[in-house]
């Protein structure tokens, strides 16, 4: 009898048959077969600090003695030597190898001409260090005629506030010659000048009125209330100014973008201002309206002018601009004090040394600083020497200088 044999079923496990291709789902990406990549979580980098962002020094220095006067050449006697001393020295000669083009240094060069030859009351103070006799001896040198006292007010708040300034009357006297005023008014604003060394307001009377427009359209004169002028001028009642141009009035009806807009082309000196900033297709000019105004302008002021000098706008923003910068450098430690070394490189930008291992680090190709025309000292300061902004900082009494006993002298913000 034929065996038949027959499939039985089995225990083991058997895989399933693959579908046919035509039941596959069709697939939307070539790539979606691909093995997926296993994405790894990365921490954060720590992001990298910039140069206001370090901080300048952690530990806190000892305090053996402070340091009353920065003045350290024996050869300067009185406060009009100190002044020509601080104003020599007030910018660093530009770097011949600093990275800034001709154009550059032309515009250096003229910022630093065209600013004023004022050295403010503190800075003598803070290389002289005796205020009593300082200010006995400013007093002095004032009456005689050899100094002027020149008033700013409204510039800074508290300590950092620049409330008086100090001209050499020669100094003075070479900018008259150099400005574009007629030399018979020269004579005769020198004879008054000199005639009221203690006063820095006169009676503007003692000039006409076309002396007046010409004097403080080359900078020499001011109102003596020349922010209350401009506050009345602009806020002024729309009936009692509605004729002139800087009224409520007409800048409203005045179309954006144009001069009428900001109180018209003469609206600087209808406020009080001195200087030849006026806009009229490019060039300087004065109008009879601004005569006729300004003629009220003294009548409503009392009578009273100021002496000034011109582009001191200038001089006092670089001041007050350096003074905050050196606080904020100083902020940036824990205990807001520095040693005086490390202060003054972080003003300086940290440019490399010019000592002969520096040079040996630049041959080599191991030259790790920047550039001066890359330092803010440079781009904004126009190389403003750092011991000059230090004076500045300490006679106001923004800061003190004082002996570590170990690392040199120390710098701290005064609390």
């Known amino acids: 009898m034929p065996t038949i044999f027959t499939e039985m079923r089995s225990s083991r496990i058997s895989k399933p048959k693959s579908k046919p291709q035509s039941f596959k789902r069709s697939l939307s990406s070539p790539f979606a077969?691909?093995?997926?990549?296993?994405?790894?979580?990365?921490?954060?980098?720590?992001?990298?600090?910039?140069?206001?962002?370090?901080?300048?020094?952690?530990?806190?220095?000892?305090?053996?003695?402070?340091?009353?006067?920065?003045?350290?050449?024996?050869?300067?006697?009185?406060?009009?030597?100190?002044?020509?001393?601080?104003?020599?020295?007030?910018?660093?000669?530009?770097?011949?190898?600093?990275?800034?083009?001709?154009?550059?240094?032309?515009?250096?060069?003229?910022?630093?001409?065209?600013?004023?030859?004022?050295?403010?009351v503190a800075h003598v103070h803070a290389l002289i260090g005796t205020p009593t006799t300082t200010e006995r001896e400013i007093v002095e040198l004032t009456r005689a005629g050899v100094i002027r006292k020149v008033v700013i007010p409204g510039r800074g708040i508290g300590a950092a506030s620049v409330s008086e300034g100090l001209v050499l009357a020669e100094n003075w006297e070479r900018l008259l010659n150099d400005s574009s005023i007629e030399p018979l008014l020269i004579r005769k604003y020198l004879q008054i000048l000199n005639a009221n060394p203690l006063r820095s307001t006169i009676n503007q009377s003692l000039f006409t009125a076309p002396e007046v427009t010409a004097v403080m359209q080359a900078g020499f004169l001011t109102s003596s209330t020349s922010s209350s002028s401009l506050t009345s001028n602009l806020l002024g009642s729309k009936t009692s100014s509605r004729g002139t141009a800087m009224s409520i009035y007409n800048i409203s009806k005045a179309a954006s973008g144009t001069a009428a807009a900001i109180g018209g082309n003469d609206a600087f000196y209808e406020a009080g201002g001195g200087g030849s900033a006026t806009l009229q297709n490019g060039k300087s000019r004065l109008t009879s309206q601004f005569k006729d105004q300004a003629q009220s302008l003294f009548r409503r002021d009392g009578g009273e002018i100021q002496f000034s000098l011109p582009n001191a706008g200038p001089y006092l923003r670089l001041l007050m601009a350096a003074r905050s910068h050196l606080i904020f450098l100083l902020s940036q430690s824990k205990y807001e004090q520095a040693p005086l070394y490390l202060l003054r490189e972080k003003w300086d930008g940290g440019i490399a040394a010019d000592d002969p291992a520096a040079k040996a680090k630049k041959y080599r190709g191991e030259f790790k600083g920047i550039l001066p025309s890359r330092t803010r000292k440079w781009k904004q300061y126009y190389g403003l020497n750092f011991d000059w902004v230090l004076a500045e900082c300490l006679g106001a009494g923004m800061v003190e200088v004082f002996e570590t006993g170990s690392v040199g002298r120390g710098v701290r913000i005064v609390a």
């Open 33 to 120: 077969d691909a093995r997926q990549r296993i994405h790894i979580k990365r921490t954060p980098a720590k992001p990298e600090t910039t140069e206001e962002e370090e901080d300048l020094f952690k530990d806190q220095l000892d305090d053996v003695g402070l340091v009353h006067a920065l003045g350290n050449d024996l050869s300067l006697r009185d406060v009009a030597q100190n002044m020509k001393y601080a104003w020599s020295h007030m910018f660093d000669d530009v770097p011949e190898k600093g990275g800034m083009n001709s154009v550059r240094i032309s515009e250096v060069l003229n910022f630093r001409a065209s600013l004023p030859p004022i050295i403010t």
